[in-house]
């Protein structure tokens, strides 16, 4: 049972997310040869806060000038 976990920033619609599983589940289902119902997809919304890349906060990054 292939098993998807999706982490983004908030500010998707509904629609937005109910087409990134649609396609997401077709697409797993093509490659691995399994049906709809094998797919689970968690979305996950993750405020700017509480993700950092190169140590710095996505929140804190919008600050600083590009490298």
Known sequence: MPHITVQMFPGRSIE???????EL?????AVLGCGPGAVSIILSDVAPH??????VLYSDAKAQPSE
């Open 16 to 22: 937005q997310k109910r087409a990134l599983v649609a």
């Open 25 to 29: 589940t077709r697409t797993t289902c």
């Open 50 to 55: 509480d993700w950092a890349e190169a140590g």
